[in-house]
């Protein structure tokens, strides 16, 4: 019934900036820890971001600390990601999932493990 979807993926040049976001359909998004991950051509699926249910606690992967930056509207039901200063390495399937036990702790969780729904991605080329 919780259906994501993420939009916002395309080409961009290295040093560019892009965002994506995270429509969520469920009624209860506000409790929702959100996460972002990403999954290149033979790489596994790396954590990205993540940000808790309320919203005041965040993580980042340190490949893009610094450089990304997770946030949320819950009267939009969306999570965004904005990344700023891309690399052809960020080039991946970008993935957003949500966490209906964040509200524990009010955690933002690091591992895919922890996520219930996922979207079905969005694809970020970043060409030198």
């Known amino acids: 019934q919780v259906q994501l979807v993420e939009s916002g993926g395309r080409l961009v040049q290295a040093g560019g900036s892009l965002r994506l976001s995270c429509a969520a359909s469920?009624?209860?998004?506000?409790?929702?820890?959100m996460g972002w991950f990403r999954q290149a051509p033979g790489k596994e699926r790396e954590f990205v971001a993540a940000?808790?249910?309320?919203?005041?606690?965040?993580a980042y992967a340190d490949s893009v600390k610094g450089r990304f930056m997770i946030s949320r509207d819950n009267p939009k039901n969306t999570a965004y990601l904005q990344m700023n200063s891309l690399k052809p390495e960020d080039t991946a399937v970008y993935y957003c999932?949500?966490?209906?036990?964040?509200?524990?702790?009010?955690?933002?969780?690091?591992?895919?493990?922890?996520?219930?729904?996922w979207g079905q991605g969005t694809q970020v080329n970043v060409s030198s």
């Open positions: 940000i808790s249910w309320s919203g005041r606690n965040k």
């Open positions: 999932a949500a966490d209906r036990r964040s509200f524990i702790g009010d955690t933002a969780n690091s591992q895919a493990w922890a996520y219930d729904y």
């Open positions: 469920g009624r209860t998004f506000s409790s929702y820890g």
